[in-house]
């Protein structure tokens, strides 16, 4: 599977290892004093992003609403990692029905073949991560409309507006952002765009520092606009296939238009009375982090204390045989067959 989704990947393993390490050892988190909530909970990555989740709630919204109206603010105000121009995965546990899994992980253009990474013969990890050759159709949009589609409650348009007055007004870079902005700014050079919106005239931004997002704001009004066809048709599209064009990309407009995502089901579990719910393939997360769970269920992880030589060595152990099966086994469903129940099954991990 040809993806642009590497921060993703690596977000993912540090949500592996926390909710691992959370459901093995919730005492030892007990320090600091957790926050509550009565009627619902959002937690991102981004304060502005939370807010604009619990207004959504407030308002009468449903999870589903706060996600997806957390979700495009983030593209504004954690520009690292919250996009509408990548991917991800979503799942939604209804009060009264089974959990959805929605896959809009970003698919390969139709254009890519297997020598795309090689120069002169050699892998290139240019080509690979850095060039315009490593860029995935964009999936955010159309999984985002879908699942609103499915079980939103409050007007499409209505959740794009905190993020679009966001990124048209601006809003104040915290420490964390001006220092992510400055570590990027080296490998932004060669990309004018990115310098003209990411610095200030060449120069990092610094803590306290409006950020202003006008062209954002105007692609996220096509979106609140006109949903998924705001984004996969007409002036975006458009600027995307000659970005692309101009820099020896494949994404097309045909690629665009034809972009699906996916209802999949759940992976599901259970591990010391805990019900575990997460991704299917093409995600690997939810069979890898199942795999390990029910591994370390055979053994007195508790006895042998947090953070202890022998308890570290079971959680390493563990997580070295199921990324090894991950890396031999799993892959996109759409291509080929993944052995998930067996891999996820308790007597495959005894």
Not at 3 to 25: D, E, I, K, Q
Not at 50 to 64: F, H, P, R, T
Not at 149 to 164: E, F, K, Y
Not at 233 to 250: C, H, K, S, W, Y
């Amino acid at each position: 599977m040809i993806h642009s989704a590497c921060s993703l990947f690596r977000a993912s393993y540090r949500v592996l290892l926390g909710l691992l390490l959370t459901l093995l050892w919730p005492v030892a988190f007990a320090a600091s004093e957790p926050t509550r909530a009565v009627n619902g909970m959002v937690v991102s990555a981004d304060p502005f992003a939370s807010a604009v989740g619990v207004e959504v709630l407030q308002e009468g919204g449903n999870a589903v609403d706060a996600a997806i109206a957390t979700a495009f603010t983030l593209a504004v105000t954690h520009p690292a990692a919250g996009n509408i121009g990548g991917g991800g995965f979503l799942i939604h546990q209804p009060r009264t029905d089974k959990p959805v899994a929605y896959d809009f992980r970003e698919v390969a253009p139709a254009a890519s073949h297997p020598e795309m990474w090689l120069e002169d013969g050699e892998y290139s990890f240019q080509r690979h991560h850095l060039s315009h050759l490593s860029v995935g159709v964009p999936g955010t949009v159309a999984g985002l409309y879908m699942a609103w589609q499915d079980s939103g409650s409050l007007p499409w348009d209505r959740l794009l507006q905190p993020a679009i007055a966001l990124a048209r007004d601006g809003f104040v870079i915290s420490d964390g952002l001006a220092r992510s902005l400055r570590n990027a700014l080296q490998r932004m050079q060669k990309y004018p765009a990115s310098m003209a919106q990411f610095s200030n005239d060449g120069t990092p931004f610094v803590a306290g520092e409006i950020l202003r997002q006008v062209d954002l704001a105007d692609s996220l009004s096509r979106i609140a606009k006109n949903g998924p066809a705001g984004f996969y048709q007409g002036p975006t599209a458009d600027f995307i296939v000659a970005e692309m064009r101009a820099n020896g990309g494949l994404i097309t407009h045909d690629d665009l238009a034809d972009y699906r995502a996916h209802r999949r089901e759940p992976v599901q579990g259970d591990y010391r009375g805990y019900r575990i719910i997460s991704m299917p393939p093409p995600s690997s997360g939810g069979t890898t982090l199942l795999e390990m769970l029910n591994i370390l269920e055979g053994y007195d992880i508790a006895s042998l204390g947090f953070g202890s030589t022998a308890a570290l060595h079971l959680m390493i152990e563990s997580m070295r045989r199921a990324y090894a099966d991950r890396a031999r086994h799993l892959g996109d469903p759409e291509f080929g067959d993944n052995p998930v129940s067996r891999l996820i099954s308790k007597s495959y991990a005894r």
